[in-house]
C-alpha cells in the first residue's frame, strides 16, 4: 500500500499473524505438514470450481478420445470404466464437509493444553511427585503417561499436527468414502428398511471379520450393528469435534443437546410449563438416519447444499479479488478520495474496510488485515488507539451486509425463502449505506469535536494515478451485477463467471507490456473471431470443431451468427486466459509492471520458489501468476471451513425441529412468551440473536434462529424477507458487544488499545445496528418491498404507494441515523449537552421508527381495556414530522452556539 504509515504503529505480519492465531485459535504451519495443507485447500478449491462449472457430472472430454471418468460405482481401488459419472447432492455434500472436516483438524488444535480438563488432568502429575517423591516408580509411570498424553493431543505452540489429529483425519475420510460407494446398494434402500437392515462391518469389508468377531467375543457387538449406522455416528461425532475446534464450545453443545433432545425429548411431562416441547419417542436410527444421510434435514441439508452451491464460490470469488491486489487498490483510493479531508483516515477506513468486509466475509480477520493499514493512520491524525480500533470493527462486520457480496447467511435467505439473490441485493441496499452513512456521520463529528484534520496530499496516493493502475478491479463487480440482477444466472453460475473474468484480467494485465501489447491484443481478437465462426460453422467451439475436422463423432448444429458471438462471448474470459498464458510461457520474465499482487501472494511466491531451489523465480511474472491462482485457492478453502463447518453442525437443529414435529409447538410456545406483542417478540428475537452471535458465527446464529423463530416472525405479520435480515442485523451485532466483541477485541489487538473500551465505542457505533432493523420491519418501503416482494417500476409511478411507504421512511432513516450519530458521539457544530443528547434521541426514535412509542401506548391502553390500532401512516407520519421539526431545531440552535463560540474555523492539520 502506498500510504505512508510509520514503523510505529504499523504491525509486522508476524504480529498480524499473532493476533489472529490469538482470536481465531489458528495453527500456523511450515515445512511438508503446510505443503499437505496446501494441497487440501487447493482441492477442495478446485472441487468446487469444477462443480460450478460442470455441475455434479464428473469427467472430462479428451481430444479423440471422448469420455473420461472414475466409475464410483465399483470398490476403490477404482479401475474399467471411464465414462462420466453423475453424483448425488447427498455425495457432494458428504465430499464438502469431509474437505472441510480434514483442514479443520489440520488448522485447529484440539486442545492447547490450557482447558478445564488439561489442567485437572495435568494436576495429576505434580499430585502424585508430591505423595510419593520424584524418584519413585509411580511418579515416573505418571510422568511418562503425561508425556504420552501431551504428545498425542497437546499443541501448545499452534505449530503441529498431533496423532490424534491424524487419526480424525484417517476417520473423517470413511463416512464419505461409503456414502459415495454405496450409494446405489445401500443407502438408497435405507429409508424402506431401516439402517439397521443396511450390512455390517463384516460383510462390507470381509477382511475385518476376525477383529469383529474377536471383539464380539468380549461383548462389543459390532457384528450386530450396521456400517452405515456407525459411519453415520461417526460423521456426526466428528462434525460435533470440529465444531469446538473452529467455533468453540457454545455451539457443538447446543447441536450435542438437540441431538440428545431427539431421543428423549418425550420424557418432557406434556401436562408441565413447558409441555408444548414434548416430542414423540423416536429411534437411535432413524435420528441418525435423518441427521446423516439426507439432504432434507441434519448435517447435510439445506445449509450445507447452500454451501456447497453459493457459500463457498463467493468466498473463493472475494479470495481472488482480494489476492488480485484489489483491496490494496481500495483501500488506496479511499485515502485518495478522503484523506485529505476532516476525519479522513477514519473516512477511508469506514469505506475500504466495508469494501473489503464484503469480500473477506470475516469481521475477524478483515478488522486485523485492512485495521493494519487504517488504525495507525487514524492514531497518527489524532484519533485514540480505543476509538480507531473501534471504527475499523464496526465497519468491518458491516461489511457482511453490504451488497453484492454480502455474507454466507445472504445465500441461506436465498434458498430459504426461494427468491432471487438479486431481490435480497435490491432489499440490502439502503439498510446498509444507511449503516455506513451513520458511521461516516460519527466519525466527522468525533472529528469535529478533537480537531482531527486529515493528512498532507504528499503522503496520499495519486487518485488519478491509482485509477489507471487499478480501474480494471472493478470490472468483476461490474460482471457480477449483470450476472445477478440484469442477466439473472444462477448464483453459483454468476460466481463462476466472475472468477474466471478475474483470473482473464489479471492474466492479460501480467503478459500485457509495451513490447506483446498488439500481438497479445490482436491473437486474443483473432481466437476470438476464430471461435465465432466455428460456432456459426460447426456448431461447436474450436476444440470441438477440431475433433470433427479429424473424424471424432461429435454431435453439432451451426449456430446463427447472433448465436455464435453470444457463444462466444461466453468462452471470452477462457480466451483470454489462455492466450495470456501461451505468452507468459514464452516470455516468462514480462514487465508485468501493472501487478501489485496481495503480499501474501508474493510471499508465497518466495518461499515456494526458496523450497525448489529456485528463488529467483519469485520476481518470474509467470511463477507470481501461478502462486496468485493457488493462494487464492488455499485462502478461500481456509476462509470456508469454518463456515462449512458452522452450517454443518447448525443444520442439525432445524433437523431436529422438522423430524420431531417441534416446530409448531415452539411457535406457540414463543408466541405465548411474547403475549402476541410484536415488539416484544421483535425484542427477544434481537436479544437472542446477539447472544447466540457471541459464541458462533453469524451463518450458525442465523440457521438457528430462523428455524426456531420464523414462523412467529411471520405469524405476527412481518414480511419474510425483513424477518430474516432483521435476525442477520442483530447477529452482526456480536461481533462488537461486550463481553466477546471478538471483532473489537481484534481491533483492540492492533491500535494497542485497552479491549474493553474499545469494545464499548464500537458497540455504541454499531447501534444503528439495531434501530435500522426495528425500521424496516415497520417499514417494509425501506427494502423496496410491496407486500413482501421487491417493488416493480410500476409500484414507484403509484405516488400513492411510493411516497408515504417508501419515500418517507427512507427520508426518516437517514434522518435518523443522523440523529443517532449526534447522540452517540455528543457533539454536532458544538458540543451536545446530556439533555439536548436525550432530545436528539427521542428525534432518532421518532424519525425511524415511530412505531415503537405507538405500541408501548398501545400496551398501556390494552391493559386498560381500551383495545386500538395506532400504528397507521395517519399516525406516524406526524410523529415523523415531530422528530424532523425536534432534530432542525436543536440542529439550528447548536449551530448557533458554534458560530457564537468560533467553532467552525479551520484546525491545525486540516490538509
Known amino acids: ?422 431481490d435480497v441485493i435490491v432489499a440490502a441496499t439502503l439498510p446498509a449505506i444507511a449503516f455506513f452513512f451513520g458511521m461516516w456521520i460519527m466519525v466527522h463529528f468525533e472529528a469535529v469535536r478533537g480537531g482531527i484534520g486529515g493528512l498532507p496530499r504528499d503522503q496520499l496516493p495519486d487518485l488519478r494515478a491509482r485509477f489507471r493502475e487499478g480501474w480494471f478491479y472493478l470490472v468483476p463487480i461490474v460482471l457480477l451485477l449483470y450476472y445477478l440482477i440484469v442477466a439473472r444466472l444462477s448464483i453459483g453460475r454468476s460466481g463462476w463467471y466472475t472468477i474466471v473474468a478475474i483470473v482473464a484480467l489479471i492474466a492479460l494485465v501480467a503478459a500485457y507490456d509495451e513490447h506483446t501489447r498488439v500481438p497479445l491484443l490482436g491473437t486474443i481478437a483473432a481466437v476470438f473471431l476464430a471461435q465465432i465462426g466455428a460456432y456459426a460453422v460447426a456448431g461447436t467451439g474450436l476444440a470441438g470443431a477440431i475433433r470433427s475436422a479429424v473424424g471424432a463423432d461429435v454431435a453439432t448444429e451451426a449456430y446463427s451468427i447472433g448465436a455464435a458471438a453470444s457463444a462466444a462471448a461466453a468462452d471470452l474470459g477462457t480466451i483470454v486466459i489462455l492466450v495470456s498464458a501461451a505468452f507468459l510461457l514464452v516470455r516468462p520474465d514480462s514487465d508485468g509492471s501493472l501487478l501489485e499482487f496481495d503480499d501474501d501472494v508474493d510471499e508465497s511466491a518466495r518461499r515456494t520458489a526458496s523450497a525448489i531451489g529456485r528463488p529467483q523465480a519469485a520476481d518470474n511474472t509467470a511463477y507470481r501468476f501461478l502462486s496468485f491462482i493457488l493462494q487464492s485457492m488455499d485462502s478461500g478453502a481456509r476462509t470456508a471451513t469454518t463456515v462449512v463447518v458452522a452450517v454443518a453442525a447448525a443444520g442439525v437443529v432445524p433437523g431436529v425441529i422438522s423430524v ?29 440473536s446477539i447472544i447466540f452471535g457471541m459464541g458462533m458465527p453469524t451463518t450458525a446464529m442465523y440457521i438457528i434462529l430462523i428455524a426456531m423463530l420464523e414462523t412467529p416472525l411471520r405469524d405476527a405479520g412481518i414480511a419474510a424477507l425483513a424477518a430474516h435480515l432483521f435476525v442477520l442485523y442483530f447477529g452482526l451485532m456480536a461481533d462488537v458487544t461486550p463481553p466477546v466483541a471478538v471483532a473489537a477485541f481484534a481491533g483492540a489487538g492492533v491500535a494497542k488499545a485497552e479491549e474493553l473500551k474499545t469494545a464499548s465505542i464500537a458497540f455504541l457505533l454499531s447501534l444503528n445496528k439495531i434501530l435500522v432493523p426495528f425500521a424496516f420491519v415497520f417499514s417494509p418501503g425501506i427494502l423496496l418491498l410491496r407486500d413482501g416482494e421487491v417493488i416493480r417500476p410500476g409500484d414507484v409511478a403509484d405516488v400513492g404507494f411510493f411516497i408515504p411507504e417508501v419515500v418517507i421512511p427512507v427520508l426518516g432513516m437517514f434522518l435518523g441515523v443522523y440523529a443517532l450519530g449526534v447522540t452517540i458521539i455528543g457533539y454536532q457544530y458544538a458540543s451536545v449537552s446530556g439533555r439536548e443528547r436525550i432530545a436528539y434521541s427521542i428525534a432518532s426514535i421518532l424519525l425511524m421508527v415511530p412505531e415503537i412509542p405507538l405500541l408501548l401506548v398501545e400496551a398501556v391502553l390494552a391493559l386498560a381495556g381500551i383495545p386500538s390500532a395506532l400504528t397507521i401512516t395517519l399516525i406516524t407520519a406526524p410523529l415523523r414530522a415531530a422528530g424532523l421539526a425536534i432534530l432542525v431545531g436543536f440542529s439550528t440552535r447548536n449551530r448557533r452556539v458554534a458560530n457564537g463560540a468560533d467553532v467552525g474555523t479551520a484546525v491545525p492539520g486540516d490538509a
Open 660 to 688: 420431531t414435529g417441534l416446530g409448531p409447538n415452539l411457535a406457540a410456545l414463543i408466541d405465548t412468551v411474547s403475549g402476541g406483542s410484536m415488539l416484544v417478540l421483535l425484542s427477544l428475537t434481537g436479544v437472542a
Open 1 to 422: 500500500m502506498s500510504v505512508d504509515t510509520p514503523d510505529t504503529d504499523t504491525l509486522s505480519d508476524e504480529e498480524q499473524e499473532e493476533i489472529l492465531q490469538e482470536v481465531e485459535r489458528r495453527r500456523t504451519h511450515g515445512g511438508s505438514t503446510a505443503v499437505l495443507v496446501a494441497l487440501v485447500a487447493i482441492a477442495f478449491s478446485a472441487f468446487q470450481l469444477w462443480l460450478a462449472a460442470r455441475g455434479r457430472t464428473f469427467g472430462a472430454t479428451l481430444p479423440i478420445v471422448g469420455e473420461v471418468g472414475p466409475s464410483l460405482g465399483l470398490p476403490l481401488p477404482i479401475v474399467g470404466e471411464i465414462e462420466p459419472v453423475q453424483l448425488q447432492q447427498l455425495q457432494v455434500n458428504a465430499i464438502h464437509v469431509t474437505f472441510a472436516l480434514v483442514l479443520a483438524f489440520l488448522l485447529f488444535p484440539g486442545t492447547r493444553g490450557d482447558g478445564f480438563i488439561a489442567r485437572r488432568l495435568g494436576a495429576i502429575e505434580p499430585t502424585v511427585r508430591r505423595r510419593f517423591g520424584p524418584d519413585s516408580a509411580a511418579t515416573r509411570v505418571v510422568g511418562r503417561l503425561g508425556d504420552g498424553v501431551r504428545w498425542a493431543f497437546v499443541d501448545r505452540e499452534l505449530s503441529r499436527v498431533t496423532p490424534v489429529d491424524a487419526v480424525l483425519i484417517v476417520l473423517s475420510l470413511l463416512p464419505p468414502l461409503y456414502i459415495v460407494t454405496e450409494f446405489r446398494e445401500e443407502i438408497q434402500s435405507i429409508p424402506l428398511f431401516g439402517i439397521q437392515a443396511a450390512r455390517p462391518i463384516q460383510e462390507v469389508y470381509p477382511f475385518l471379520e476376525p477383529i469383529v468377531m474377536a471383539l464380539a467375543a468380549i461383548g462389543i457387538p459390532l457384528d450386530e450393528i450396521s456400517y452405515a449406522f456407525l459411519l453415520g455416528v461417526l460423521g456426526i461425532l466428528l462434525v460435533l469435534e470440529a465444531t469446538r475446534r473452529t467455533l468453540g464450545p457454545l455451539l457443538m453443545s447446543l447441536v450435542a443437546f438437540f441431538i440428545v433432545y431427539a431421543r428423549w425429548g418425550y420424557f418432557v411431562p406434556r401436562d408441565s410449563v413447558i409441555g408444548a416441547l414434548a416430542i414423540q419417542e423416536a429411534t437411535w436410527g432413524s435420528i441418525v438416519f435423518n441427521l446423516w444421510y439426507t439432504v432434507e434435514a441434519g448435517v447435510m441439508s439445506t445449509p450445507v447444499t447452500v454451501s456447497v452451491r453459493f457459500i463457498y464460490i463467493f468466498i473463493l470469488f472475494g479470495a481472488f479479488l482480494e489476492m488480485s491486489g484489489a483491496g490494496k487498490w481500495f483501500i488506496d483510493l479511499a485515502y485518495s478520495l478522503t484523506g485529505t479531508k476532516k476525519g479522513g483516515p477514519a473516512k477511508a477506513s469506514v469505506v475500504s474496510s466495508g469494501f473489503m468486509g464484503m469480500l473477506s466475509g470475516s469481521s475477524i480477520a478483515n478488522t486485523v488485515t485492512t485495521g493494519a493499514f487504517t488504525i495507525p493512520l487514524m492514531k497518527r491524525s489524532g484519533y485514540t488507539p480505543e476509538f480507531s480500533g473501534a471504527v475499523e470493527s464496526s465497519a468491518s462486520s458491516g461489511g457482511q451486509m453490504l451488497p453484492p457480496v454480502m455474507g454466507a447467511a445472504a445465500f441461506l435467505i436465498v434458498e430459504f425463502l426461494g427468491i432471487p439473490y438479486g
